[in-house]
């Protein structure tokens, strides 16, 4: 797979996580305290991000892409076990499942890209 692609995937997965948070933000978590203000930081990193992958062709932020999606999967799956900030989920949404659809698509397909960058520099 090229490089544009996996860019491609990646900058989507990041937008379609920060979408997800988006229209949960307007839903729920723009009332809850803590959460609703991570939830915008979340919208804007994904943005920020995505845009990073798709201008720079630096390793920097298809690394951020994976924290990000590691990040967030994280935070998630907290908040589904144990609670996150007095929020308990219980993956229940459309909204749950694409944003669990996204943030590892950000993982597989930032880390297949690294991979890809790795091979070729090991190559010359």
């Given at each position: 797979?090229?490089?544009?692609?996996?860019?491609?995937?990646v900058?989507?997965?990041?937008?379609?996580?920060?979408?997800?948070?988006?229209?949960?933000?307007?839903?729920?978590?723009?009332?809850?305290?803590?959460?609703?203000?991570?939830?915008?930081?979340?919208?804007?990193?994904?943005?920020?991000?995505?845009?990073?992958?798709?201008?720079?062709r630096?390793?920097?932020?298809?690394?951020?892409?994976?924290?990000?999606?590691?990040?967030?999967?994280?935070?998630?799956?907290?908040?589904?076990?144990?609670?996150?900030?007095?929020?308990?989920e219980?993956?229940?949404?459309?909204?749950?499942?694409?944003?669990?659809?996204?943030?590892?698509?950000?993982?597989?397909?930032?880390?297949?890209?690294?991979?890809?960058?790795?091979?070729?520099?090991?190559?010359?």
């Amino acid at each position: 797979m090229s490089d544009w692609i996996l860019r491609v995937l990646v900058a989507a997965g990041l937008l379609g996580s920060a979408w997800v948070h988006l229209v949960v933000w307007f839903d729920w978590a723009g009332d809850t305290d803590v959460i609703g203000p991570l939830f915008l930081v979340n919208l804007v990193a994904g943005v920020v991000i995505a845009v990073a992958v798709l201008i720079w062709r630096h390793w920097l932020p298809v690394l951020a892409a994976v924290g990000f999606g590691a990040a967030t999967l994280l935070a998630y799956w907290l908040s589904v076990t144990v609670g996150l900030f007095g929020v308990q989920e219980q993956f229940a949404t459309s909204e749950e499942v694409w944003g669990v659809i996204t943030e590892a698509g950000c993982i597989v397909f930032s880390a297949a890209l690294l991979a890809a960058r790795s091979r070729r520099r090991a190559a010359v």
